[in-house]
């Protein structure tokens, strides 16, 4: 549970609110407790929600499919008005963790477990289905543990399989990776069978660790779901076949939820009997703990959480003001209130409105360099007004730590540069957390800089995974999260309201790759090696490239790699005997050597190209001289040589004592972006959701590109900038300029 934030109120619906249990784009969920004493979990949804017609029925929906269940597996409803300004419901509270948290920290499941756990949901859902109801998201997240058994949750998609009111053919309606083939195909007739089908997989990841569709890309995972077999390794023999079964693409061919539950709880236990390993045991009983449904480690983490709802501290009420509290400043612990701080938690109501910035000559129209600040975009000594920090979420120390400090010097170098304005109506600071490219330390990382109230938005991550992986992390928090490297284009389409990508997605690469093959390489003949081993990023260029040639009636080789394989001589065999005369790899750098070396041996004459995984200097030292002559497309400059970053290259070598490296001046532009938005007409009044909006709003001129995004997505949109060439050229990456978009000539 997390404590409650400024902008939260301390009472809600009558309910003391007590701490937060989760939170999306969508709403929060609170721990609360009712006028009678009772811990629940009270789900409110955001006022702009509730102004839709079509949410606000979801949500009705839902709670009155909880008020027909009658399930002891299914987490009781205590009471709800979905017709409130924002609705809420409150269902009894469990104070296990979820199954996908229990498996992330603690591993797989034991059969004993596994098979209660599925015994149980399979009762949840036929009572579910027994009034005509099919849940369709059953997934890890809403499966939550308690000592006498799991507990079924989030009716929010929940309907009658006849009823296709909000519903129409073609939306996909559940979580990729554990909804049916049915469902993937966004058939409107999905039904109990699919929820067996969801009860499979949160199985099989029970048990194995790992979801039997694997990860990936939404798309990846819709394919797998329709077209693959589960892998079903690690999912104990005894469970395997049964769980199989479920996982039947045909849905006529799994077993009901009654048979499930049946078959499952062939060797009787009532997990019930679990109380007994909470207390002393009488004499003649056994041990405490042998009939135990969870492993000790579960046992004990529900009973903390259970003893520390019953040592909740109190809570203020929140007020309205409408003057900004004291400003917490850098050096002061997150989440710390100053000595300046006003003693009860504050929140700003602001409005946000669009806001229009451009260079207005690049560097000129800022103050001169002066000094090095520190380092650290701290105020001086006498500044005055607020502070401000810009944070940043990078790789560095991992793998991808010469791009993540490139970008931690371009926002120190924009933050120094503002800091040395003696006029300014703010000082900036720069705040930053290393999750050393790992998306399991990505959370954690952007909780740091959640919880920290003066830092205002965020730049960053600088991977795709653990972009992913923290991207829930700050939409909850409202905090503006500004991409510079990622270039997942899922990123864009996960309903967040404060993401914004800041360079085009990995599918509109292709489109400069088509350009430059069929324009200056002249090439008739594309062959395309998809690489299995890259996943997402490898299906987001190889299908946009295949899909955009084949519309042009582009001639086209397509050939998919195994992630195992090694030996490229097969793929270019099938390559050449198709006719291609040139080569693009949809892979990272490691695969792109070996065939490059595979090119090279052959005397392949074509053009050889790739987009930016390939942009890194391992491909020059693993490659060596079978580097030359690939081109590389990537939304990234070299400041170090462009003529339009020339002022910025300059102050950057004085600043640092180095060429500036790639995405350095990428996260110049983004920090001078959020600066000019935060001088705006509501400086001095700003929030993280006001903005966010200003941004997504806004409209700047870079160096490197000019910034506008879809109000909507946050995704940048596309001009003829921002997109460059890099050719291999005797062991090094040159240079090339912009890339075109359109085939000339």
């Not at 789900?43 to 702009?48: D, F, L």
């Not at 058994?149 to 309606?173: E, K, M, W, Y």
């Not at 020059?620 to 462009?642: H, K, N, Q, R």
């Amino acid at each position: 549970m997390e404590p409650l934030r400024t902008s939260d109120p301390s009472r809600l619906a009558g309910h003391r609110l007590l701490g937060r249990l989760g939170a999306g784009g969508m709403g929060v969920v609170y721990l609360a407790r009712s006028a009678g004493g009772a811990l629940v979990a009270l789900k409110v949804i955001q006022a702009e929600y509730a102004e839709d017609a079509g949410f606000r029925e979801r949500f009705r929906r839902e709670a009155e499919t909880a008020r027909r269940m009658t399930s002891p597996w299914v987490a009781a409803l205590v009471d709800a008005d979905p017709e409130a300004v924002q609705p809420w419901l409150a269902t009894a509270f469990v104070p296990g963790p979820s199954l996908g948290e229990a498996v992330a920290a603690h591993g797989p499941l034991p059969l004993r477990s596994l098979r209660v756990l599925g015994a149980r949901l399979a009762e949840a859902l036929r009572d579910l289905h027994a009034v005509g109801l099919v849940h369709r998201d059953v997934k890890p997240g809403n499966v939550l543990l308690a000592l006498d058994g799991p507990r079924l949750i989030d009716f929010g998609v929940a309907r009658d399989p006849q009823d296709t009111s909000l519903t129409s053919t073609g939306v996909v309606v559940g979580t990729p990776g554990f909804l049916a083939p049915e469902q993937a195909r966004g058939e409107r007739e999905a039904g109990p069978a699919g929820d067996v089908f969801s009860l499979g997989c949160v199985l099989a990841h029970a048990a194995a660790g790992r979801p039997p569709f694997g990860t990936g890309s939404l798309d990846a995972l819709l394919y797998r779901t329709v077209h693959d077999a589960p892998d079903l390794d690690g999912v104990p023999q005894q469970l395997a076949e049964v769980v199989r079964r479920c996982l039947e693409k045909d849905p006529r061919l799994r077993p009901t939820a009654e048979a499930l539950s049946q078959t499952l709880a062939a060797e009787p236990a009532d997990p019930r009997e679990i109380l007994r390993a909470v207390r002393p045991p009488a004499p003649g009983d056994a041990e405490p703990g042998d009939e135990a449904w969870l492993p000790e480690p579960l046992i004990r983490l529900i009973a903390e959480r259970s003893a520390a709802g019953l040592t909740l501290p109190a809570v203020d009420d929140t007020e309205v003001d409408s003057e900004p509290s004291g400003a917490t400043t850098p050096d002061e612990p997150a989440g710390q209130p100053s000595d300046r701080a006003v003693a009860r938690r504050r929140f700003l109501v602001v409005t946000g409105g669009a806001v229009t910035v451009t260079a207005a000559g690049g560097l000129a129209a800022w103050a001169a360099l002066g000094g090095d600040g520190g380092g650290n975009g701290s105020a001086a000594p006498t500044a005055t007004g607020p502070v401000h920090t810009i944070g940043l979420h990078a790789d560095l120390s991992g793998d991808h730590r010469t791009a993540g400090r490139a970008q931690e010097r371009g926002l120190r170098l924009a933050v120094d540069e503002f800091n040395s304005r003696a006029a300014r109506p703010f000082t900036l600071a720069v705040r930053t957390v290393d999750d050393g490219g790992d998306p399991a330390r990505a959370d954690a990382a952007a909780e740091r800089l959640v919880a920290d109230p003066s830092v205002l938005a965020v730049i960053g991550p600088t991977t795709d995974d653990t972009a992913r992986a923290a991207l829930a992390t700050y939409d909850a928090a409202s905090l503006p999260l500004v991409a510079v490297s990622p270039g997942a284009t899922v990123l864009s389409v996960m309903g967040s309201r404060s993401f914004l990508h800041a360079r085009v997605t990995d599918t509109v690469l292709p489109f400069y790759l088509k350009a430059y093959l069929l324009g200056a390489a002249k090439s008739r003949t594309i062959g395309i090696v998809d690489d299995r081993a890259a996943d997402a990023y490898a299906w987001e260029i190889s299908s946009s490239l295949s899909r955009t040639l084949h519309q042009d009636r582009q001639p086209v080789v397509p050939k998919v790699v195994s992630a195992l394989r090694k030996d490229f001589g097969p793929t270019l065999d099938a390559l050449l005997d198709g006719g291609a005369d040139s080569v693009v790899f949809a892979g990272y750098h490691d695969r792109a050597a070996l065939l490059a070396r595979e090119l090279k041996h052959r005397g392949f004459p074509g053009a050889r190209a790739a987009a930016q995984g390939v942009l890194d200097d391992r491909f020059l030292s693993a490659a060596g001289d079978a580097a030359d002559g690939w081109v590389i497309v990537a939304p990234v400059m070299d400041a170090s040589v462009a003529p339009e970053a020339k002022a910025f290259a300059s102050a950057y070598r004085r600043r640092f004592h180095a060429a500036p490296e790639r995405y350095a001046v990428e996260a110049y532009d983004v920090a001078r972006l959020i600066v000019r938005t935060l001088s705006g007409p509501a400086a001095g009044r700003v929030t993280r959701q006001s903005l966010t909006a200003a941004l997504r709003a806004a409209s700047y001129q870079g160096i490197t590109k000019n910034f506008a995004f879809d109000k909507k997505t946050g995704s940048l949109v596309i001009d003829a900038r921002g997109v460059y060439l890099w050719k291999v050229d005797g062991g090094r990456f040159r240079y090339e300029g912009a890339a075109p978009l359109r085939v000339s000539g």
